[in-house]
């Protein structure tokens, strides 16, 4: 359909009055230790450091510093309890603590919900809807596998392996930590969990949750820090397996350190997915499924729908009705219950996104943002499309972890193809067509290991979730997601 | 109140292949998105006052009587006594025979009069019979028209007939305001809702409007919505903005906002005013003035004190 130059206002004389989720009834202590054998302790070396909110750049709490000193601590009391408790518990009783887990989680969403959105600047709509609804999830789904193993790998003998070192990201802080400890526990391994330096309150208040729930010492131990406190937990001998979602950059670093050990690993990283859109798709819903891939969480999404390939014939229609789109996406106070893009989670991943921004524009491309008005404090990025973009612009090719999307045209299916696959990534994508054959084509011919149809960020603990190439090794979640924690016999 | 930007000619039949699919997975997850918007405080106040000035206060029955409907055209005029600084609403629907009734109840305020015609709600009579129902209600003084399609012909797939059967009711109209009701709950899919929406928008009609109120589903929300993109993509092509009006099923003012505010999200400004959006109800005013009572003294009354007319 031919768009003339008829522009829709979404500058309204009615406006959504604000509308702030209640902090009343959340508790968040002054100064938090570390997680080690059931209790809060103090760091050896006795550091502290900020955690801070960033939507107002205010101090949230201090939270322990753990060194090389913690992480022997911590993988001794694991390894204790691992021993004497928990990998020779009776697999039902192992289920009914991770059921109680994820029921206490339940109970305490809405607490959990807004701390996750102080901490990590995400909209609440989003924590509330979609992080602590899917960790308890996750604690349930597994909670299910601990007495069944025997169903998951028939004819073979689960054994647990031991002590894993869990490392995970600030995007998603209660979700990955669900993601990695609920299998763990499940088959009967004892877990150092890490949570980001920048989010690590749910992880802490998922450590007092723990110990609410009565789970034996030792079983969890949450260590927070630094890139040298993670460093410290991989290398260390005690730890069995190592569990990773983060940068590819560190990634790598973490398979350097494993080399010649017989450490087994999993590596969630990067990506840099492709949103294929055909002509024939549902034009309306492929919009909005636009939006799902690349404005969730501000686009901080390894799996996020950054690159869009849209057909030629509908280019112009796609972009002008996502740009209409874009204009009513909320940006500002993540605790707001109409706001839709949230803050940026720290000043180093604002100046990365902003680097981005203006290597993009250097290179030629042409960049559209949103009028949206944003806040004084904090760190905020505009919703932001590139288009005028190739396969050698780097805007293309680097994982940009912000609400940025690149857009391109394709012709045929080959050539959608081809361009989806021309990157070192490999987590996810997503094809929006009405053809059902058309969707299994495509399917298969792209190299990742998540792929939507019709849809796009859809999470289920059922589903495997895990990349190809540069974008990581392993599966998490289902099925598979026991296999990293098991060694068969 | 301001007129549709309707021009005098219609853009002709449309292309039938150019009509986007419709994914009706995607539509719930949309509306589900629209549905979780808080509206609070002064910007609900808004919300209801809004809603109001844009309700068809309605009596379409066959026990409908000329005392019921001067009734309901006082219940118009005077909305709710107790708070004097009321918007009124749009316009109050009845059938043909009963529009010279409200012509004269109404004589003298802005309320439009608004008639159904076409042998509603079923639609199945000869097109002659048709038009004469719709010159017995604009000779009668109705303001507004609203026709149903014939829903049998555009199952069956016959959309030229449908196209030029509502070409032929928007000629007879005159002046008055042609409101095409699709009847959604009567095609199926949201795709057929889309295709009807094209359809009457090219034919000429000022509004398209979800259902008579005979047939359940009646307005639902993810009809309105692909009704709402159908609208907005018209007035892309053609800079021609149609009105909406959902119908029936609406009666609570908390369903009212969240129309509200998928029309504000999926329209934008020039469509929150009742010259481009309507809500077809009977009993939804008073709950709205119920609510703006409570937002104004923060109790609720009982029903007993809102007139029922």
Same mark, same amino acid.
């Given at each position: 359909?031919? *768009?003339?130059?008829?522009?829709?206002?979404?500058?309204?004389?009615?406006?959504?009055?604000?509308?702030?989720?209640?902090?009343?009834?959340?508790?968040?202590?002054?100064?938090?230790?570390?997680?080690?054998?059931?209790?809060?302790?103090?760091?050896?070396?006795?550091?502290?450091?900020?955690?801070?909110?960033?939507?107002?750049?205010?101090?949230?709490?201090?939270?322990?510093?753990?060194?090389?000193?913690?992480?022997?601590?911590?993988?001794?009391?694991?390894?204790?309890?691992?021993?004497?408790?928990?990998?020779?518990?009776?697999?039902?009783? *192992?289920?009914?603590?991770?059921?109680?887990?994820?029921?206490?989680?339940?109970?305490?969403?809405?607490?959990?919900?807004?701390?996750?959105?102080?901490?990590?600047?995400?909209?609440?709509?989003?924590?509330?809807?979609?992080?602590?609804?899917?960790?308890?999830?996750?604690?349930?789904?597994?909670?299910?596998?601990?007495?069944?193993?025997?169903?998951?790998?028939?004819?073979?003998?689960?054994?647990?392996?031991?002590?894993?070192?869990?490392?995970?990201?600030?995007?998603?802080?209660?979700?990955?930590?669900?993601?990695?400890?609920?299998?763990?526990?499940?088959?009967?391994?004892?877990?150092?969990?890490?949570?980001?330096?920048?989010?690590?309150?749910?992880?802490?208040?998922?450590?007092?949750?723990?110990?609410?729930?009565?789970?034996?010492?030792?079983?969890?131990?949450?260590?927070?820090?630094?890139?040298?406190?993670?460093?410290?937990?991989?290398?260390?001998?005690?730890?069995?397996?190592?569990?990773?979602?983060?940068?590819?950059?560190?990634?790598?670093?973490?398979?350097?350190?494993?080399?010649?050990?017989?450490?087994?690993?999993?590596?969630?990283?990067?990506?840099?997915?492709?949103?294929?859109?055909?002509?024939?798709?549902?034009?309306?819903?492929?919009?909005?499924?636009?939006?799902?891939?690349?404005?969730?969480?501000?686009?901080?999404?390894?799996?996020?729908?950054?690159?869009?390939?849209?057909?030629?014939?509908?280019?112009?229609?796609?972009?002008?009705?996502?740009?209409?789109?874009?204009?009513?996406?909320?940006?500002?106070?993540?605790?707001?219950?109409?706001?839709?893009?949230?803050?940026?989670?720290?000043?180093?991943?604002?100046?990365?996104?902003?680097?981005?921004?203006?290597?993009?524009?250097?290179?030629?491309?042409?960049?559209?943002?949103?009028?949206?008005?944003?806040?004084?404090?904090?760190?905020?990025?505009?919703?932001?499309?590139?288009?005028?973009?190739?396969?050698?612009? #780097?805007?293309?090719?680097?994982?940009?972890?912000?609400?940025?999307?690149?857009?391109?045209?394709?012709?045929?299916?080959?050539?959608?193809?081809?361009?989806?696959?021309?990157?070192?990534?490999?987590?996810?994508? $997503?094809?929006?067509?009405?053809?059902?054959?058309?969707?299994?084509?495509?399917?298969?011919?792209?190299?990742?290991?998540?792929?939507?149809?019709?849809?796009?960020?859809?999470?289920?603990?059922?589903?495997?979730?895990?990349?190809?190439?540069?974008?990581?090794?392993?599966?998490?979640?289902?099925?598979?997601?026991?296999?990293?924690?098991?060694?068969?016999? | 109140?301001?007129?549709?930007?309707?021009?005098?000619?219609?853009?002709?039949?449309?292309?039938?292949?150019?009509?986007?699919?419709?994914?009706?997975?995607?539509?719930?997850?949309?509306?589900? #998105?629209?549905?979780?918007?808080?509206?609070?405080?002064?910007?609900?106040?808004?919300?209801?006052?809004?809603?109001?000035?844009?309700?068809?206060?309605?009596?379409?029955?066959?026990?409908?009587?000329?005392?019921?409907?001067?009734?309901?055209?006082?219940?118009?005029?005077?909305?709710?006594?107790?708070?004097?600084?009321?918007?009124?609403?749009?316009?109050?629907?009845?059938?043909?025979?009963?529009?010279?009734?409200?012509?004269?109840?109404?004589?003298?305020?802005?309320?439009?009069?608004?008639?159904?015609?076409?042998?509603?709600?079923?639609?199945?009579?000869?097109?002659?019979?048709?038009?004469?129902?719709?010159?017995?209600?604009?000779?009668?003084?109705?303001?507004?028209?609203?026709?149903?399609?014939?829903?049998?012909?555009?199952?069956?797939?016959?959309?030229?007939?449908?196209?030029?059967?509502?070409?032929?009711?928007?000629?007879?109209? $005159?002046?008055?305001?042609?409101?095409?009701?699709?009847?959604?709950?009567?095609? =199926?899919?949201?795709?057929?809702?889309?295709?009807?929406?094209?359809?009457?928008?090219?034919?000429?009609?000022?509004?398209?409007?979800?259902?008579?109120?005979?047939?359940?589903?009646?307005?639902?929300?993810?009809?309105?919505?692909?009704?709402?993109?159908?609208? *907005?993509?018209?007035?892309?092509?053609?800079?021609?903005?149609?009105?909406?009006?959902?119908?029936?099923?609406?009666?609570?003012?908390?369903?009212?906002?969240?129309?509200?505010?998928?029309?504000?999200?999926?329209?934008?400004?020039?469509?929150?005013?009742?010259?481009?959006? *309507?809500? =077809?109800?009977?009993?939804?005013?008073?709950?709205?003035?119920?609510?703006?009572?409570?937002?104004?003294?923060?109790?609720?009354?009982?029903?007993?004190?809102?007139?029922?007319?």
């Amino acid at each position: 359909m031919d *768009r003339s130059p008829s522009k829709l206002s979404f500058q309204t004389d009615w406006q959504y009055a604000p509308a702030p989720e209640s902090i009343d009834h959340v508790r968040v202590n002054e100064r938090y230790d570390l997680f080690i054998d059931g209790e809060f302790v103090a760091p050896a070396a006795g550091g502290y450091f900020d955690t801070i909110n960033p939507a107002s750049e205010k101090v949230l709490a201090r939270v322990a510093q753990a060194d090389a000193t913690d992480v022997e601590r911590a993988v001794q009391a694991a390894s204790r309890a691992y021993q004497d408790v928990w990998s020779g518990m009776k697999p039902a009783e *192992r289920g009914k603590y991770i059921y109680r887990i994820a029921r206490a989680l339940q109970e305490r969403a809405r607490e959990f919900a807004v701390i996750e959105s102080l901490d990590g600047g995400k909209p609440i709509r989003e924590s509330r809807d979609i992080d602590i609804p899917l960790s308890s999830a996750h604690f349930f789904y597994y909670a299910g596998w601990a007495d069944k193993l025997e169903y998951a790998f028939p004819g073979r003998r689960a054994k647990p392996l031991g002590v894993a070192a869990q490392i995970v990201p600030w995007n998603f802080p209660l979700l990955m930590a669900a993601w990695k400890i609920a299998p763990a526990l499940a088959c009967g391994n004892t877990v150092v969990l890490k949570p980001a330096e920048t989010t690590p309150l749910t992880a802490l208040k998922l450590a007092e949750l723990m110990q609410d729930v009565g789970l034996p010492p030792g079983v969890v131990n949450i260590l927070t820090g630094a890139g040298a406190t993670g460093a410290a937990l991989v290398a260390h001998p005690g730890i069995a397996k190592v569990a990773f979602t983060g940068s590819t950059e560190v990634g790598r670093l973490i398979q350097k350190s494993l080399a010649g050990t017989d450490k087994r690993y999993t590596l969630e990283l990067g990506g840099k997915a492709a949103n294929i859109i055909f002509a024939d798709a549902a034009i309306d819903q492929a919009v909005e499924g636009i939006i799902n891939g690349i404005f969730f969480n501000q686009g901080h999404v390894c799996c996020a729908g950054s690159r869009l390939l849209v057909q030629e014939s509908v280019a112009d229609e796609v972009i002008s009705k996502l740009k209409d789109r874009m204009e009513t996406l909320i940006v500002g106070d993540p605790l707001d219950k109409n706001t839709d893009i949230g803050a940026i989670n720290s000043a180093q991943q604002l100046a990365t996104i902003e680097s981005y921004l203006a290597m993009g524009r250097a290179e030629g491309a042409q960049l559209y943002q949103t009028s949206a008005s944003l806040p004084e404090q904090g760190y905020w990025c505009r919703p932001t499309l590139f288009t005028g973009v190739s396969q050698s612009n #780097r805007v293309v090719q680097e994982e940009i972890f912000g609400p940025v999307l690149a857009i391109q045209t394709f012709r045929t299916a080959a050539e959608a193809l081809d361009k989806a696959n021309n990157t070192p990534y490999g987590l996810s994508g $997503g094809v929006w067509t009405d053809k059902g054959a058309k969707i299994f084509k495509l399917t298969q011919g792209i190299r990742a290991g998540v792929i939507w149809a019709n849809t796009f960020n859809k999470f289920d603990p059922t589903a495997p979730f895990g990349g190809y190439k540069e974008s990581g090794v392993g599966r998490e979640g289902g099925l598979h997601g026991l296999t990293p924690y098991v060694e068969l016999g | 109140m301001t007129a549709p930007a309707a021009a005098a000619v219609a853009p002709g039949f449309p292309d039938l292949d150019r009509i986007p699919r419709v994914d009706q997975v995607g539509v719930e997850e949309r509306v589900a #998105r629209l549905c979780a918007r808080s509206i609070k405080k002064d910007s609900k106040v808004a919300a209801l006052q809004l809603a109001l000035s844009m309700i068809d206060l309605t009596t379409l029955e066959g026990q409908d009587t000329p005392g019921k409907v001067r009734q309901l055209c006082q219940k118009a005029m005077h909305l709710h006594s107790a708070l004097p600084d009321l918007p009124r609403v749009a316009a109050v629907c009845v059938y043909p025979s009963m529009v010279q009734v409200a012509r004269q109840s109404l004589a003298g305020t802005a309320i439009r009069v608004c008639s159904v015609a076409t042998a509603f709600p079923s639609g199945q009579t000869s097109l002659d019979i048709k038009l004469k129902d719709v010159c017995l209600a604009v000779d009668s003084g109705a303001d507004e028209v609203d026709m149903v399609i014939s829903r049998g012909a555009f199952l069956r797939g016959d959309h030229a007939y449908v196209f030029d059967e509502i070409s032929a009711i928007k000629e007879a109209c $005159g002046a008055a305001h042609l409101k095409v009701i699709l009847e959604t709950g009567e095609l =199926g899919t949201l795709d057929r809702v889309r295709r009807a929406s094209v359809l009457a928008m090219h034919a000429g009609a000022d509004f398209i409007k979800t259902s008579t109120g005979k047939i359940q589903p009646a307005a639902t929300m993810p009809v309105t919505l692909v009704m709402l993109q159908a609208i *907005r993509d018209f007035y892309h092509a053609t800079d021609r903005r149609v009105g909406m009006k959902p119908a029936g099923g609406i009666s609570k003012a908390k369903q009212a906002i969240q129309y509200l505010v998928m029309l504000r999200e999926t329209l934008g400004q020039a469509w929150l005013t009742p010259g481009l959006f *309507r809500f =077809g109800a009977s009993s939804l005013a008073n709950d709205v003035l119920m609510q703006i009572e409570k937002q104004l003294t923060g109790a609720y009354q009982s029903a007993d004190y809102f007139s029922k007319d």
